[in-house]
């Protein structure tokens, strides 16, 4: 413990060059938080595409006054800038996406490395390319079911006609 006079010497102060490292913390699905996975082989059903990412820039100087910024590739054209710990994403269409965050201190000196996780979302059923082609398949036997059908109605009544003509003959004949 110190009983007196402090003396500071601003000559002395040196600013931070530290970069601060930037973790991802935290990963919500639909709410519901989720073990960050270490590949990037994580999958995702179509309707879980409402995503939560908390994150830290560590920055020992002034942890406050660290800036963050982030890219959702896919979504977000440029990197966007926020003083939040967290970013939400509603309505993800499905496609492959990688989330990045960067963390900037106080003095302006940025991660050496983002933090990132990447994801896919997957396509309902009905998008995906062999339920398209079992639409496809059903329809064209549907299509030829109805053109084999009408051939065969259409021979029937030939073959009707041609009797209905050869009775008219016999019946003309007697």
Same mark, same amino acid.
């Given at each position: 413990?110190?009983?007196?006079?402090?003396?500071?010497?601003?000559?002395?102060?040196?600013?931070?060059?530290?970069?601060?490292?930037?973790?991802?913390?935290?990963?919500?699905?639909?709410?519901?938080?989720?073990?960050?996975?270490?590949?990037?082989?994580?999958?995702?059903?179509?309707?879980?595409?409402?995503?939560?990412?908390?994150?830290?820039?560590?920055?020992?100087?002034?942890?406050?006054?660290?800036?963050?910024?982030?890219?959702?590739?896919?979504?977000?054209?440029?990197?966007?800038?926020?003083?939040? &710990?967290?970013?939400?994403?509603?309505?993800?269409?499905?496609?492959?996406?990688?989330?990045?965050?960067?963390?900037?201190?106080?003095?302006?000196?940025?991660?050496?490395?983002?933090?990132?996780?990447?994801? &896919?979302?997957?396509?309902?059923?009905?998008?995906?390319?062999?339920?398209?082609?079992?639409?496809?398949?059903?329809?064209?036997?549907?299509?030829?079911?109805?053109?084999?059908?009408?051939?065969?109605?259409?021979?029937?009544?030939?073959?009707?006609?041609?009797?209905?003509?050869?009775?008219?003959?016999?019946?003309?004949?007697?």
């Amino acid at each position: 413990c110190v009983k007196g006079v402090s003396r500071f010497n601003p000559k002395l102060d040196r600013v931070n060059t530290v970069p601060p490292p930037v973790y991802i913390t935290n990963f919500q699905i639909m709410g519901n938080q989720h073990t960050l996975p270490r590949g990037n082989d994580l999958q995702l059903q179509y309707k879980e595409n409402f995503l939560n990412f908390n994150f830290i820039g560590i920055s020992l100087t002034s942890p406050e006054d660290v800036i963050y910024r982030y890219q959702l590739e896919s979504i977000d054209k440029n990197w966007l800038e926020t003083r939040n &710990r967290y970013v939400s994403y509603h309505y993800l269409r499905p496609g492959n996406y990688r989330f990045k965050v960067i963390a900037v201190s106080k003095e302006g000196i940025e991660s050496l490395q983002a933090a990132e996780i990447g994801f &896919r979302i997957l396509p309902p059923f009905w998008e995906t390319w062999w339920f398209r082609g079992m639409l496809a398949a059903a329809f064209l036997a549907l299509v030829v079911s109805f053109l084999m059908w009408r051939i065969k109605r259409e021979k029937e009544k030939a073959v009707n006609q041609e009797r209905n003509k050869q009775l008219m003959m016999a019946q003309k004949m007697e």
